[in-house]
C-alpha cells in the first residue's frame, strides 16, 4: 500500500483561483498578502498578468461561495482559495454571514472535487481579526500553505487507478507532477 501527502515544490504547473471578500478590508487585504507572499515563496507566480493565479472579487463573504464553486467548474485551477473576514460585533448578522460561507464553501469544494481553501476568519472583534491577519500571525500564509499541499495532493489522487491485480497505481500522477504531461 502507499502513502499520498502534499509537496511544497514542483508548484511551477500549478493553479490557483483566490476569491475575496472585500467586506473588513483592513483585514482582508492583510490576509491577501500573507497568502500571496506564501504562493510566492514557494515558487508560485502570482502575478494577475501571469498564469498560475487568478483573483476574482466579490462584496463580501457572502458572496464567495457562488464564485468559487463555478471557479472550481471551470477545472482551470488545482485549488480555490477564500478569502474574507467575518467580524461579530453587535449584529446576528454575523451568524447568518458566517454560517452560510462556511457551508457554502464546504458544498462548492464537495461538489466540484477541487480542493476549496477555507481562508475566512471568524472573529468576536476587529481587534482579534487583525491578530490573525499580521498582527500576531498571518493565517493567510498557512491558506497558501493548504492550497499547495491539497492542489499537489489532488493531482496524486487524481491519478490513481486500480491495475489488473486490483493495486493502487498513481504512474499518471507521478508524470503530471514530473511536468510531462497535463492529463490527469
Ligand atoms: N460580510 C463579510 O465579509 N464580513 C462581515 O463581517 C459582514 N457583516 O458582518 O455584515 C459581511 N456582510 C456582507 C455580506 O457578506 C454580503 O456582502 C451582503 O449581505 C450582501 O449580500
Not at 515558487?43 to 498560475?52: I, K, L, S
Not at 461561495?65 to 477564500?82: G, K
Request: net charge negative.
Amino acid at each position: 500500500m502507499a502513502v499520498f501527502e502534499g509537496t511544497f515544490t514542483q508548484t511551477e504547473s500549478l493553479r490557483f483561483a483566490i476569491v475575496i471578500g472585500r467586506f473588513n478590508d483592513l483585514v482582508v487585504g492583510k490576509l491577501l498578502e500573507g497568502c500571496q507572499d506564501c504562493l510566492k515563496r514557494h515558487g508560485v507566480d502570482t502575478n494577475p498578468q501571469g498564469n498560475q493565479v487568478d483573483y476574482f472579487w466579490v462584496p463580501g463573504s457572502f458572496e464567495i461561495p457562488v464564485v468559487a464553486r463555478q471557479a472550481a467548474l471551470s477545472r482551470r485551477y488545482d485549488a480555490v482559495i477564500c478569502l474574507g473576514a467575518v467580524i461579530r460585533g453587535q449584529t446576528p448578522h454575523f451568524d447568518f454571514v458566517a454560517g452560510e460561507v462556511s457551508k457554502g464553501i464546504a458544498a462548492a469544494a464537495f461538489q466540484t472535487g477541487v480542493p476549496v481553501i477555507f481562508g475566512v476568519v471568524t472573529t468576536d472583534t476587529m481587534q482579534q481579526a487583525l491578530e490573525r491577519a499580521g498582527i500576531k500571525s498571518n493565517l493567510g500564509w498557512n491558506y497558501g500553505m493548504s492550497a499547495i499541499e491539497m492542489g499537489t495532493l489532488m493531482r496524486q489522487v487524481k491519478g490513481l487507478s486500480v491495475n489488473s491485480y486490483g493495486e493502487l497505481a498513481a504512474a499518471s500522477a507521478v508524470q503530471v507532477l514530473s511536468g510531462e504531461t497535463n492529463e490527469i
